[in-house]
């Protein structure tokens, strides 16, 4: 069974920094891609960034700034480390896995709520 557990999301001011956690079990973690996207309310699904089964990362334009993804092999976690943060990053974040050598395996945790506020 697979299973993305999200975690490390809460209340954080503006400016202040958070970083989110993405633990995958019952998927090969070397063979796949991950991904990270968010959904703020009455908004469409978008994504952040990823990162290849080789390190690789690639961010959506406008978070490569601000964001940086990483992920662990040891641990089968991905890492979502977010700066500066502003009101309008306000969402669900989303962690994504997509086999790089097989299409259609492709999975989402539940996600995690992010709020931006003073």
């Known amino acids: 069974q697979v299973q993305l557990v999200e975690s490390g999301g809460g209340l954080v001011q503006p400016g202040g920094s958070l970083r989110l956690s993405c633990a995958a079990s019952g998927i090969i973690f070397r063979l796949y891609a991950m991904g990270w996207y968010r959904q703020a309310p009455g908004k469409q699904r978008e994504l952040v960034g990823s990162i290849t089964s080789g390190g690789s990362s690639n961010y959506a334009a406008s978070f490569k700034d601000r964001f940086t993804i990483s992920r662990e092999k040891a641990k089968n976690t991905v890492y979502l480390q977010m700066s500066s943060l502003k009101p309008e990053d306000t969402a669900v974040y989303y962690c994504?896995?997509?086999?790089?050598?097989?299409?259609?395996?492709?999975?989402w945790g539940q996600g995690t709520q992010v709020t931006v506020s003073s």
């Open positions: 994504h896995a997509r086999n790089e050598y097989k299409r259609g395996y492709d999975y």
